[in-house]
Each structure stands twice: as structure tokens, then as C-alpha cells.
């Protein structure tokens, strides 16, 4: 598969942001990743940005702005964007499926994977966006 555009990263640990960027970096899966490191800063990017990412992995547990606020904020800065709708992919420990429906209701183009990432789930996620 070609790289994505544009991958943008929300998570408050900075070793697992440091962990992705290197192997998503060595797989070539996206030309350019974004860092933020909580839901205001993801928000804020979007915001100040004039091109939509192809893909945010968001964690849900952070400080300022958590994944589920960021999930309810999002769609005013996409709107502006070009109201496009990126694959949101949640990264997380929590296995909760009120957790899981709780984010679909929130926004409808949304994936699961636990964390750290994988190289198989990885793989998985460059068939979905073929």
C-alpha cells in the first residue's frame, strides 16, 4: 500500500506517541504524522489546519480534553476543514463495551485497537483504507 497523507496522533504518553511515530515511521504508513498530546491540541491542530488527516488515532484517557470530549468537539473543526469525516481509530486498554458504544455514538467513523500497536494491526488498518 502507498502511505496515507496525513496521520495525526493524540496521546498524552509521550513513550507511546514516541513508540508509534517510530514504527508507523519504519513501515512508511503515513508521508506525515502529527503529534498532540491531548484532545485540546488535536482539536486546535484541526482547527488551524486547511487539509484534513487521512487518520487520527486517538487515545480516551487524557488530561484537558479526554478522547470522549475530542469525539464531541471534532465535527466543528472538520466542517471548516471540508467536512470530511477521517477514520478515528481509538487506542486504548479498555476493553468496555460501553466504552466502544459510547464513541460510536459520538462519531461514526471509528476502529478499536488496544496499545501499543502492532505491525499485524497496522496491516489490518492498510486494508481498510485501501
Do not use: W
Not at 503515513?30 to 487515545?59: H, R
Amino acid at each position: 500500500m502507498n502511505p496515507i497523507e496525513h496521520l495525526l496522533l493524540i496521546d498524552d504518553s509521550e513513550a507511546t506517541n514516541n513508540f508509534h511515530n517510530r514504527l508507523l515511521s519504519k513501515l512508511n504508513f503515513a508521508k506525515t504524522i502529527s503529534i498532540c498530546t491531548n484532545g485540546k491540541e488535536g482539536l486546535d491542530f484541526l482547527t488551524d489546519s486547511k487539509q484534513c488527516p487521512d487518520l487520527i488515532f486517538l487515545d480516551l484517557n487524557m488530561p484537558v480534553i479526554d478522547g470522549f470530549e475530542f469525539l464531541s468537539m471534532v465535527h466543528a473543526p472538520l466542517e471548516k476543514i471540508g467536512n470530511q469525516k477521517p477514520l478515528i481509530v481509538i487506542l486504548t486498554s479498555s476493553e468496555e463495551s460501553v466504552d466502544k458504544e459510547r464513541c460510536k455514538s459520538l462519531y461514526d467513523n471509528i476502529e478499536f485497537y488496544s496499545k501499543p500497536l502492532t505491525i499485524a494491526q497496522i496491516n489490518e488498518l492498510s486494508q481498510l483504507l485501501a
